[in-house]
């Protein structure tokens, strides 16, 4: 009797034991699924995907990267108001100052026209520096830069300047700001070229195509050599471009100085990178300059300056109504009180040779 009240509690306890043993197994983590290792993805209905998508509208861009020869600078549509920015200057490019409107005959191939605005008045520049930059000869480089640091010194408070510099594309450094010291810092980022390529039509289409909606007098400072090794665009295509545009623009060669110390020689494609700029800057109102040392350059900078703080901006509506895309001659001429050619003389009474200044022609706009 004494070992069958023994056998209860021993029952009791086995029962204890055993049922500590399998909680774990029946309220603890299953043995049957393994542990998630990640976020579990929401497949209920809401992540449901329509059957057909709409896609997002797309947003124009209001700087297009390149460049259609086709769609150039016109006249606006809603105006037929033409502008053109003349400079007239002595044989050694000096501005000659003081000139009335009725000093000037402006003619729309070759016809007449009424010159409705004028102005004189001296206004700050906006400039765009364009510098190349290419580990294809590094003198170059150097002398590129040598140019860009220098013209730094003729930059006036109020004058809005942007640098670009271009080898395989055209890069903007910094856009247009009065800090004399933002543009330096922009220069002083030009250390290391990644390319040889110098792609220099694609960097001036590109940098004319951001400019051509500001207003007042601007122009783009190009310290270059003159030569084109891979752009998209043709030498017929920029000369269409910077024919349509009203930019003045103004090349700074930097071969001349290596041409003239035989570092690299005089030949047929220096002589056509010469050729080049002096179209280029033809075309567009400006003026190509070749130094062939250092110590020209202040003079040039100062005089490209003077030009460009004495222009004469002129305003016409043609005479021709015309909307048909067609390209359009410009010429301008200086005359007296009865019309004959205006004869310039300098304070001491000697008669002063000039010449005229200004972009070609114009597009009129199509219908």
Known sequence: MRSRY???PILLLMGVLLFAGLAPCGYGQSTDQEPSTGPTPDVGPTVLAPKKTQPAPV???KKPERINPDEVFNISTATNLVNVDVMVVDKDGNPIPSLKRDNFKLYDD????????????QAPMTTCMIIEFSNRYWPRLYLALEYAYNYLHFIQPKDWTAVVSFDMKPQ???DFTQDRSQVRGALDTLRIPGFSEINLYDAIAFTLDRMKDIKGRKSILIICTGYDTFSKLTYDEILKIVRSSDT???????????????????????????????TIAKYSGG?????RFEGELPGIFEQINGQLRTQYGLGFVPTNPAKDGRFHKLKVD???????PLRVVNPKGKVVKYRVVAREGYYAPKS
Request: hydrophobic content about 40%; cysteine-free.
């Open 110 to 121: 070759g016809v007449p026209q009424t010159i409705s605005n004028f102005g004189t008045e």
């Open 59 to 61: 947003q124009p861009e």
């Open 334 to 340: 200086l005359v007296d009180e009865q019309g004959n």
């Open 6 to 8: 023994l056998r209860i």
């Open 287 to 291: 003026q190509a300059y070749f130094p």
């Open 172 to 174: 903007i450094l910094t």
């Open 248 to 278: 003045a623009i103004y090349p700074v060669s930097i071969l001349e100085w290596l041409t003239v110390r035989s570092m690299r020689g005089d030949n047929i494609n220096s002589l056509q990178a010469r050729n080049g700029l002096e």
